[in-house]
């Protein structure tokens, strides 16, 4: 009897293990709950559309894809325990997480693993520490600040320019691109203003802004104190363009601020919104599957899992070691694989270059007034 | 110079807010000894309470009502019932740290049963300008301002004027003598809890459409109304009002002619100046405490 059992157990090991080498495993430790949850829903979902698209149409090299999802909590501490888990299943290559505290404290873990980490965070220095390991879904500030410059100068055609940022690595990481820019390209900083998160009195400083007359305003701030300091910058009666990144013309500032976000602009890497036939095409298979309109998070779980289809189809073979070298310096062409939705190319750190938009807030709505075209 | 003028305004609207909580903070103190920590988190609640009533279908004007009733029953009644008599005969501090662990809870239950996310809050003074002087103020400001100098104004005439408030600065001021003559000892000190918990949901009331409706608002709120109270002087009602105008403007031009960056710290400096200058406060009276 005990040796019945024994051959059984067998029988279900060998075949179990001969069922995972047919698919590809990928491991996703995302957001799933807490404060990023929406983050990380929106990520996982994209994630699961990827695959479901990929594993219709036959998969990767004949092979199908599979993915475990993870929930960090919005808690690196948490992030690094589950990143742990998810390497010690050897999986093909690791998605997420999407919040960049969380990367920061797993992307080591990944790099020391020799897995390659495709994640959604945003923090400049998330690729400057050297990791040959970690890819972008989304743009860095060191790829979108120079975009943001560039914007205010040429088309703003602003001479004179004030700063106000948030005094934390986020903010910080923006100014100190943005300001290096405007300067080289011939825009004056005027006024160089640090805040604090949680700020809720902007009079002071929006007293500053008035004084300072500038052609144009850049506001790098979180979402609740951008809405607050467009309500005092309409109060105050400041008719100098605004314009931000994704912060500042979010859908929450929207609701936060209401009439005060009219006129606000804003750089977007990616949005749902872009007019762009094959995005819209994601938009609308998103929306039916899950039943509600994705954010850009959505986009960056689905663009990471094409990653993957992409650079295996290019190599030739499913080979994690090598997978890292493949995708630098690799350009995938949404021609080739629809799926990428937008020519990308990935540079030696992992920050991408691509297409992005200029998103002007119109009563109340999102409005892509302009695409951006890829620096290089 | 129209700017200094602006920003006296907008410094006074804060300041009239933190004079509200500060007030509350110091009748808390002459009445019963207790340094609510909590106060910062007391101010964040009610606009939840009022939230949810709007929620489930009250218009604004009923939600503010069920608000400060609840607020009163919460953060009055059962602060007092369930936290403060059974902590107070263990002394000042152990009653001062549950009131810390007490903001720990309001502020993750809100987190658990709304959402971590700032919600939008809708302001019952109507947005936009009017000119003084020449000048465009915000309705806004001077709503907040008008409002929390009503409020201030009919707090001290209950205190002052009214047999009531004698007897309620009489339970304060010598807890034994009043209570030999007949003073109501126990029932003024939940009055004071009630008028406490009225305070802060005005407050809330007034300051939400500004700062929006998060579980964190009531930190740097606490804090400022601290600040202000104790420079005011921690045993004096006019002095926690003094206190709070004054760093509301102290924050605002600091902000303006000193440095964004270092806005936060001036308010510090004028406390650490006044705690070693002026111990009791610009205002307070020299005597420690009562009793």
Known sequence: MKSTLLVGALLTAITTTGAFAQTIKLADVAELSGGGATVGTNWKNGIDLAIEEINAKGGVLGRKLEVTHADSQSNPGVARAQVQKALDAEPYVLLGPGYSGSVKVTAPLAAEAGITQIMGGEAAELTQAGNKFLFRTSFGQQSSMPKVAKYIHDDMKAKSVAVVWVNNDFGRGGRDVVIKELERLGSKVVADLSTEAGQADFAADVGKIKAANPDAVFVYLNEEESARILKELKRQGVTAPLMGETTLIGQKVIELAGDAANGARGHVGLTTDAPVDLIKGFRDRFSKKYNYVPDHNGLKGYLAVYMVKATTEKMGKVDSKAFADALHGLTIKASEEPGILMDVTFDQNGDIDRQSFLVEVVEGKQVVKQVLPKVK | ?291
């Open chain 2, 1 to 291: 110079m129209s700017n200094l003028f602006d920003l006296l305004v907008a410094g006074l609207a804060t300041g009239a807010i933190y004079a509200l909580v500060a007030v509350g903070f110091t009748l808390l103190w002459q009445t019963s000894q207790t340094i609510n920590f909590a106060q910062g988190e007391f101010v964040m609640l009610p606009a939840f309470l009022m939230l949810a009533a709007m929620h489930v279908g009250a218009p604004f004007w009923l939600a503010i009502i069920l608000g400060i009733l609840l607020s009163m029953i919460l953060l009055g009644l059962a602060f007092k019932m369930l936290l403060v008599d059974p902590m107070m005969r263990h002394g000042v501090l152990p009653l001062a740290i549950a009131t810390m662990a007490l903001a720990i809870g309001i502020k993750e239950a809100v987190k658990q049963f709304f959402s971590a996310e700032a919600s939008p809050f809708p302001s019952i003074v109507p947005t936009g300008d009017i000119s003084i002087l020449g000048h465009a103020v915000s309705l806004q400001s001077i709503g907040v301002l008008i409002l929390a100098i009503l409020a201030v104004f009919g707090l001290t005439t209950l205190l002052n004027r009214t047999s009531l408030g004698h007897q309620m600065q009489a339970a304060a001021q010598n807890p034994t003598v009043a209570r030999i003559i007949g003073v109501p000892v126990e029932r003024m000190i939940l009055l004071t809890f009630l008028i406490n918990a009225f305070l802060v949901a005005l407050a809330s009331l007034l300051i939400t459409p500004i700062y929006l409706a998060k579980f964190s608002s009531g930190e740097v709120l606490g804090q400022a109304a601290f600040i202000a109270a104790i420079v005011g002087g921690f045993n004096q009602v006019r002095g926690a009002i003094a206190g709070g105008l004054l760093i509301g403007v102290l924050d605002n031009l600091a902000a303006a002619y000193v440095s964004t960056q270092y806005r936060a710290a001036v308010p510090m400096i004028f406390l650490i100046a006044v705690i070693l200058f002026r111990p009791q406060g610009l205002l307070g009276r020299a005597e420690e405490r009562t009793v």
